[in-house]
C-alpha cells in the first residue's frame, strides 16, 4: 500500500473523535453568543475572484494566497480571510440599507504560508460583523461580544489588546512619511524591532523630534494609563481624536462591564492595511498567536461600491481549542453511544430496540456481531 496516501499535506490537519466533538461544542457556544447580540448568519463562497482579495484592499499579500484558475481562465482565490467577503457581500446585496446590518459566520481560510512554527495553513474561523455603524458604542458591543464569546467557550484568563490606527497614522501623516515608509515602519514596529525602525526613520531624514514620536509608539501599551501618556506625546488632530476615542470606547467598555479584560496598545499595528480605527487582539497563555483579531474598516465597503463604516472581528478556532486544551479548560462532550450487536436472525428486534432508543435521544448503532 502506498503510505504516502494516508498523510495530509503540511499545513493542514484531520480532526476527529473527541477533538472534534470539543470543537463543535466551542463553536455551538459562541455561534449562541453571535446570535444572541442580533448576528444573523450568513455564508459566503470558499473561493472568490483574486480581485476581492487585491492588493488595493490592503488584504493578504498575493504570494500567500492560494490561487487556481477556472475554465473561462479566471483566477480564483481561496479566502485567506473573510472581511473582503463580507464587504463584498454586504455591498451586493445590502447595497441601499441604511440601517446597520449584522452578520455572523463560521468557516475555514486558507494561508500559503512558509512552514515555519508548525502553523496551520487551513484554520476555522468564526466572525461577527457589524455593517453600517460608526460608532464608539458599536466598536464597545465588538469588544463586549469578543469578551462575552471567549468566556461562553470556557477561556477565564485572556486579554483583549485594543490599538488604534489612527494615533499612528496621525504621526506619519505629520511627519511627512511616504506610504513606502509608513508601511515599512509598520512592519518594524509590530514586530518591535525598534532598531530598526530608527535605522529607517534616521536613514529616510525624518526629524529628530518625529522620529522620537514614532519610536514611542510601541512603548504606549498597558492599562487605561497609557491613553493620557500617548495623548501626552503628540500635538497632531488625527492622533488626538484616536486618543479620545479610545477613551470614550473605555466607557462603555466600563458599562458594559468587560474592562478588567481590556488593556491598550498604540504600537498594535495589523498586517491588513484595510483598517482605519480601532484593531484589537485577544490573547490568552499555552498560544503565541492571538484567538481574536479584529478592527474597524471603515473604507473597505467603499471599495465595493457602498459607503458604510464597519467593524468587526473573528476568532480563531483552532488556537482557541489549543489554548483551552493547554488550560485544561475544555468544555465537555457527551460521547456515550450505545452500541447494539444483531445477528441476521435478531436483525428485526434490534432495530426496533435501537429505534425505540433514538427516539428517546439517546445516541444508539447498530453492528453486526463478528463471528469469533
Ligand atoms: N479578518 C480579520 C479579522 C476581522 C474580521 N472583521 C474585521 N476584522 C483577520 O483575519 O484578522
Given at each position: 500500500m502506498n503510505r504516502q496516501l494516508l498523510h495530509t499535506p503540511e499545513g493542514v490537519r484531520d480532526i476527529y473523535g473527541k477533538e472534534y466533538a470539543r470543537k463543535l461544542a466551542v463553536e455551538e457556544l459562541i455561534h449562541g453568543k453571535l446570535r444572541l447580540y442580533g448576528y444573523q448568519d450568513i455564508q459566503t463562497p470558499t473561493f472568490e475572484f483574486f480581485d476581492v482579495f487585491s492588493k488595493e484592499i490592503g488584504?493578504?499579500?498575493?504570494?500567500e494566497l492560494y490561487k487556481f484558475f477556472d475554465k473561462e481562465g479566471n483566477t480564483l482565490v481561496l479566502r485567506p480571510d473573510f472581511t473582503p467577503s463580507m464587504a463584498r457581500c454586504a455591498a451586493k446585496y445590502?447595497?441601499?440599507?441604511d440601517v446597520p446590518i449584522r452578520f455572523c459566520y463560521a468557516g475555514n481560510t486558507f494561508t500559503n504560508t512558509g512552514?515555519?512554527?508548525?502553523?496551520?495553513?487551513e484554520v476555522t474561523q468564526m466572525g461577527a460583523e457589524l455593517i453600517g455603524d460608526g460608532s464608539v458604542e458599536a466598536d464597545g458591543e465588538m469588544i463586549a461580544l469578543v469578551v462575552e464569546s471567549l468566556l461562553s467557550a470556557g477561556l477565564k484568563e485572556f486579554q483583549v489588546s485594543i490599538g488604534q490606527m489612527e494615533y499612528f497614522k496621525g504621526i506619519c501623516t505629520q511627519a511627512g512619511l511616504d506610504e513606502q515608509t509608513e508601511n515599512e515602519l509598520r512592519e518594524l514596529i509590530s514586530g518591535k524591532n525598534i532598531f530598526g525602525a530608527e535605522e529607517l526613520l534616521t536613514g529616510r531624514g525624518v526629524a529628530e523630534s518625529y522620529c522620537r514620536m514614532l519610536l514611542k509608539v510601541s512603548e504606549?501599551?498597558?492599562?487605561?494609563?497609557v491613553l493620557g501618556e500617548a495623548k501626552e506625546l503628540v500635538d497632531n488632530s488625527r492622533s488626538l481624536e484616536a486618543i479620545g476615542r479610545l477613551e470614550k470606547l473605555y466607557h462603555v467598555l466600563k458599562s458594559y462591564g468587560v474592562e478588567k479584560y481590556v488593556s491598550f496598545d498604540?504600537?498594535?499595528?495589523?498586517?491588513?492595511?484595510?483598517?482605519t480605527g480601532i484593531i484589537f487582539k485577544a490573547y490568552t497563555y499555552?498560544?503565541?498567536?492571538?484567538v481574536v483579531k479584529g478592527g474597524r474598516y471603515d473604507r473597505l465597503l467603499g471599495y465595493f461600491g457602498k459607503k458604510a463604516p464597519a467593524i468587526g472581528f473573528v476568532v480563531v478556532v483552532d488556537d482557541l481549542m489549543s489554548a483551552l486544551e493547554r488550560q485544561k479548560a475544555h468544555v465537555g462532550v457527551e460521547d456515550d453511544i450505545k452500541i447494539l450487536t444483531y445477528h441476521a436472525s435478531d436483525y428485526e428486534e434490534k432495530l426496533s430496540k435501537a429505534k425505540a432508543l433514538r427516539a428517546k435521544g439517546i445516541r444508539t448503532a447498530l453492528r453486526p456481531m463478528t463471528e469469533p
Amino acid at each position: 500500500m502506498n503510505r504516502q496516501l494516508l498523510h495530509t499535506p503540511e499545513g493542514v490537519r484531520d480532526i476527529y473523535g473527541k477533538e472534534y466533538a470539543r470543537k463543535l461544542a466551542v463553536e455551538e457556544l459562541i455561534h449562541g453568543k453571535l446570535r444572541l447580540y442580533g448576528y444573523q448568519d450568513i455564508q459566503t463562497p470558499t473561493f472568490e475572484f483574486f480581485d476581492v482579495f487585491s492588493k488595493e484592499i490592503g488584504a493578504t499579500p498575493s504570494r500567500e494566497l492560494y490561487k487556481f484558475f477556472d475554465k473561462e481562465g479566471n483566477t480564483l482565490v481561496l479566502r485567506p480571510d473573510f472581511t473582503p467577503s463580507m464587504a463584498r457581500c454586504a455591498a451586493k446585496y445590502f447595497m441601499d440599507e441604511d440601517v446597520p446590518i449584522r452578520f455572523c459566520y463560521a468557516g475555514n481560510t486558507f494561508t500559503n504560508t512558509g512552514n515555519l512554527q508548525g502553523k496551520l495553513k487551513e484554520v476555522t474561523q468564526m466572525g461577527a460583523e457589524l455593517i453600517g455603524d460608526g460608532s464608539v458604542e458599536a466598536d464597545g458591543e465588538m469588544i463586549a461580544l469578543v469578551v462575552e464569546s471567549l468566556l461562553s467557550a470556557g477561556l477565564k484568563e485572556f486579554q483583549v489588546s485594543i490599538g488604534q490606527m489612527e494615533y499612528f497614522k496621525g504621526i506619519c501623516t505629520q511627519a511627512g512619511l511616504d506610504e513606502q515608509t509608513e508601511n515599512e515602519l509598520r512592519e518594524l514596529i509590530s514586530g518591535k524591532n525598534i532598531f530598526g525602525a530608527e535605522e529607517l526613520l534616521t536613514g529616510r531624514g525624518v526629524a529628530e523630534s518625529y522620529c522620537r514620536m514614532l519610536l514611542k509608539v510601541s512603548e504606549h501599551f498597558g492599562s487605561v494609563e497609557v491613553l493620557g501618556e500617548a495623548k501626552e506625546l503628540v500635538d497632531n488632530s488625527r492622533s488626538l481624536e484616536a486618543i479620545g476615542r479610545l477613551e470614550k470606547l473605555y466607557h462603555v467598555l466600563k458599562s458594559y462591564g468587560v474592562e478588567k479584560y481590556v488593556s491598550f496598545d498604540l504600537g498594535m499595528l495589523s498586517k491588513y492595511h484595510y483598517y482605519t480605527g480601532i484593531i484589537f487582539k485577544a490573547y490568552t497563555y499555552g498560544v503565541g498567536e492571538p484567538v481574536v483579531k479584529g478592527g474597524r474598516y471603515d473604507r473597505l465597503l467603499g471599495y465595493f461600491g457602498k459607503k458604510a463604516p464597519a467593524i468587526g472581528f473573528v476568532v480563531v478556532v483552532d488556537d482557541l481549542m489549543s489554548a483551552l486544551e493547554r488550560q485544561k479548560a475544555h468544555v465537555g462532550v457527551e460521547d456515550d453511544i450505545k452500541i447494539l450487536t444483531y445477528h441476521a436472525s435478531d436483525y428485526e428486534e434490534k432495530l426496533s430496540k435501537a429505534k425505540a432508543l433514538r427516539a428517546k435521544g439517546i445516541r444508539t448503532a447498530l453492528r453486526p456481531m463478528t463471528e469469533p
